[in-house]
C-alpha cells in the first residue's frame, strides 16, 4: 500500500525552554533532514522560548515571529513582512519538560477547515 501523502512543511520550528538545549535540538531536526525524513525545502529552528512560563503563548508568537524574520530574508526582504506566512505551512513544536495534560496531548492541525476529524489532530504520547 503506497503511503499517503503528507503535508509540505515550509517550516518546522522546535521551542525549546532551556537555551542550552537549543543547538542540540537544531542538530537533530538537521540530521533527519539528511536522512530525507525531512524534505530538504523545509527551513528548520530550533528557539529558545522568551519566558520560562508557559501558557502565556509568548513561545508561540516568538516561533511566529522568527519564522517571518527567516521567511522575509529567504524571500529578498530587508525588514519583516507577514505576507510570507500568507502560503507558509508553519509546525510548531514545543519542547516541554513536563507534558501537560497527562500522557496524551492533542495538537491541533490547521488544515483551513473546521472539522474535527482525526485527520485534523496529532497526538504525541508522553514516555512516562
Not at 501558557?55 to 530574508?73: K, R
Amino acid at each position: 500500500m503506497e503511503q499517503p501523502k503528507g503535508v509540505d512543511w515550509t517550516v518546522i520550528i522546535l521551542t525549546c525552554q532551556y537555551k542550552n538545549s537549543v543547538e542540540v535540538f537544531q542538530r537533530e531536526l538537521e540530521v533527519r533532514q539528511k536522512r530525507e525524513q525531512i524534505p530538504a525545502r523545509t527551513l528548520l529552528l530550533a528557539v529558545e522560548d522568551p519566558e520560562t512560563r508557559m501558557g502565556s503563548g509568548g513561545a508561540t508568537l516568538n516561533a511566529l515571529l522568527v519564522a517571518a524574520e527567516h521567511l522575509s530574508a529567504r524571500e529578498g526582504f530587508t525588514v519583516v513582512t507577514s505576507d510570507v506566512l500568507h502560503s507558509a505551512w508553519i509546525l510548531i513544536l514545543h519542547m516541554v519538560s513536563k507534558m501537560l495534560g497527562g500522557a496524551l496531548v492533542c495538537v491541533a492541525q490547521l488544515v483551513g477547515t473546521s472539522s474535527h476529524s482525526p485527520e485534523g489532530c496529532w497526538f504525541n504520547l508522553a514516555h512516562a
